[in-house]
């Protein structure tokens, strides 16, 4: 009888870490060909954001020319911004043409775009909480 209040207390833990756990779904769309694999990143931060090695969660998905989705689950809640690209050769890089264009797809959440590089961190934002979140890419190539 002494332990009645473990059961209660069990389940307010179990109950209160679920709030702080949330799912993001991304899906990738307008990948132009199923050769290589699709990278994506996702960044908690301004100050991480589209750094090499700074993302808090990096995922590696075989091309295919069609609409694909991945889920991550657990995220604390808070403020993501992800970033992707189709590393059609696999070397690891995102290809660019003699004066820096991008030669290979890429995208970024909320379609933010950036003048000269990555958007901000701002524009890309999206906020996961408690519900679940999808986010749909679109790739520009």
Not at 32 to 48: M, Q
Not at 105 to 114: D, E, H, I, L
């Amino acid at each position: 009888m002494r332990f009645q209040w473990l059961p209660t207390l069990l389940a307010a833990f179990v109950l209160a870490s679920a709030a702080q756990a949330a799912d993001l779904t991304i899906e990738v769309t307008g990948v132009r060909s199923g050769a290589g694999e699709v990278l994506i990143a996702v960044y908690d931060s301004a100050a991480t954001f589209s750094k090499p090695g700074s993302a808090v969660a990096a995922l590696r998905l075989r091309a295919r020319a069609s609409a694909q989705s991945v889920t991550l689950s657990g995220l604390v809640e808070g403020s993501y911004a992800i970033a992707v690209f189709h590393d059609e050769n696999q070397d690891g890089e995102q290809d660019e043409n003699l004066v820096g264009i991008p030669t290979e797809g890429y995208g970024f959440s909320n379609g933010a775009v950036g003048r000269f590089g990555p958007p901000d961190f701002e524009a890309a934002k999206l906020l996961v909480g408690a519900d679940p979140v999808r986010a749909t890419i679109k790739l520009a190539y």
